[in-house]
């Protein structure tokens, strides 16, 4: 043994440190959408991002770092979901990793490169009810690459997916994950400079980990929901009032067209799209701005007149209803993930005496002044809290029809008879308009990276049925997403035929007829 070995301390080997564990309750709101998944992953998210990148910036190890960054830095996409049996009361858990080394192997289960499945194979395994669901209340969120194989000597093209249960945010905060995702892996740490190494990417996740595990931390572990951070009523009076006015609100939600739907023991979920190309959808934006009226505003005149259309054509299947207005419910979110009672209510004839493009954008004006009046009014905090609690109290009460729990004994009082007759308050779809991606995508942030396409994909119940807007790279697309065993053959595809074929009639026809 040498002398030097004498006078030389050898530590001992670093003993794992014990975290933590943090936890904060649902929000009555998260619980509306965590409960329902509970079985088979009903709305689910799945955002789709095509690019083209060079390859050697699109590795296993690259996607790793970058997934342990991202769930350093948005712990909810790290926490399970805990819930007791019988008490439906569920709370996140997040025990953060105790060394960077620890963050990168807890990020490995849930970041995957695939080069045996296509992007399609990943998307048709998502929507497939009888697919084994990959996101639980163990693993809420996930990020897969399918590869697709080169386009030129530099590039190969990839499908980028990120996956998250509703619970834990809206369509737009998922892209926004996206384009974060893609500054790590693609960008550089400074302006013009070169792309990060796996040596870099790695020491920016470690002084993540630092900053908010080494000596100091940083407040608030998990982000606290928007109801928490919305002021509650001031008094038992100011609640009342809330209520009444919600009571009023729901009132007036009349709606009385519903799409047929057809018995089945099975699912088979299909998607249709149409996509604009860049000069038709900058003529699009331009007619609507020169009406006073948004894209989205549009949209929803243009389905009712599709849906018009086609019960017009098909009297047999009934759920239409020229005396009650059509409802359209909006996934419209306060502050990201806290929702609102807002809905659409549009006339659900024709006038034989007015012109149909008349119609069209009397329609869209109708839509445009309810939007300004929903998000003007000083109810709408209110309205977005009172609304969480009577979504959570629900999907309480489904939870526990679907354990075989008895629910509790209703009061034996006496309720008091009903303002109004009751009158049909169903929406004919759902919409989700997702507005211009170019505010969300920092291209400037990764130019070696194209943009090519974005898909937004959900997984719905049996009999469901959805329809995305989106603008991206330019481009404006519709995709209707439904299950065909649930509806009559050709229906679905009938409506969305005039739904698009009323882009070109009533928007980019208006501008030729005035050319004319």
């Not at 933590?20 to 649902?26: A, E, F, G, S």
């Not at 007791?84 to 289960?109: I, V």
Request: charged residues 20%.
């Amino acid at each position: 043994m040498s002398s030097l070995s004498h006078h030389v301390r050898v530590p001992p080997a670093p003993l794992p440190m014990l975290m933590p564990t943090y936890t904060r309750l649902l929000s009555q709101n998260e619980l509306s959408y965590f409960l329902p998944s509970r079985a088979y992953g009903l709305n689910d998210m799945m955002a789709q991002l095509v690019i083209r990148a060079p390859p050697n910036l699109i590795s296993p190890r690259r996607l790793r770092i970058v997934w342990a960054i991202m769930r350093l830095r948005h712990t909810l996409l790290a926490c399970q979901v805990r819930t007791e049996p019988g008490r439906y009361d569920s709370r996140f858990e997040y025990t953060p990793p105790s060394s960077p080394r620890k963050a990168l192997e807890e990020a490995q289960d849930t970041a995957t490169i695939f080069s045996d499945k296509t992007g399609q194979n990943l998307v048709d395994a998502f929507l497939d009810l009888n697919s084994p669901r990959r996101l639980s209340a163990k693993c809420i969120s996930l990020i897969d690459i399918a590869k697709h194989g080169p386009v030129s000597p530099t590039l190969e093209e990839y499908h980028l997916f990120v996956l998250m249960i509703h619970a834990v945010n809206d369509g737009l905060a998922v892209h926004q994950h996206c384009d974060m995702i893609l500054e790590l892996m693609c960008g550089s740490a400074t302006p013009s400079g070169q792309h990060r190494t796996d040596a870099e990417l790695m020491h920016v996740l470690e002084l993540e980990w630092a900053m908010r595990w080494g000596q100091t931390r940083l407040d608030p572990i998990i982000v606290p929901a928007t109801e928490d951070r919305s002021p509650p009523a001031a008094s038992r009076w100011q609640k009342l009032a809330w209520t009444v006015d919600h009571q009023n609100v729901k009132r007036r939600a009349i709606g009385g067209h519903t799409l047929p739907r057809v018995k089945s023991n099975t699912s088979r979920p299909v998607t249709a799209r149409q996509v604009f190309d860049l000069e038709e959808t900058a003529v699009i934006l331009d007619v609507c701005r020169h009406r006073h009226v948004t894209l989205p505003n549009a949209v929803f005149a243009l389905l009712n007149i599709a849906w018009i259309y086609t019960a017009q054509n098909h009297p047999e299947l009934g759920g239409s209803s020229k005396t009650l207005p059509m409802m359209f419910t909006p996934p419209f979110l306060f502050a990201g993930t806290c929702p609102t009672s807002q809905i659409f209510l549009l006339t659900s004839f024709i006038p034989r005496s007015l012109d149909h493009g008349a119609v069209f954008w009397g329609r869209a004006n109708s839509a445009q002044s309810q939007m300004r009046g929903f998000t003007r009014s000083p109810m709408l905090l209110s309205r977005s809290q009172i609304m969480a609690a009577e979504r959570g109290a629900r999907s309480k009460a489904f939870a526990r029809m679907d354990d075989g729990i008895p629910s509790p004994p209703k009061s034996t009082q006496s309720q008091p008879p009903p303002l109004t007759p009751d009158v049909p308050s169903v929406a004919l779809l759902g919409v989700s308009c997702l507005g211009d991606l170019r505010t969300v995508y920092r291209r400037e942030h990764y130019p070696s990276v194209q943009l090519v396409d974005s898909y937004a994909h959900t997984r719905k119940a049996k009999g469901g049925i959805l329809l995305f807007t989106q603008i991206f790279e330019g481009r404006f697309s519709t995709s209707l997403g439904w299950d065909a065993a649930a509806f009559p053959p050709g229906i679905i595809e009938e409506f969305f035929k005039h739904y698009s074929r009323g882009v070109r009639d009533y928007i980019l026809g208006s501008v030729v007829s005035s050319k004319l």
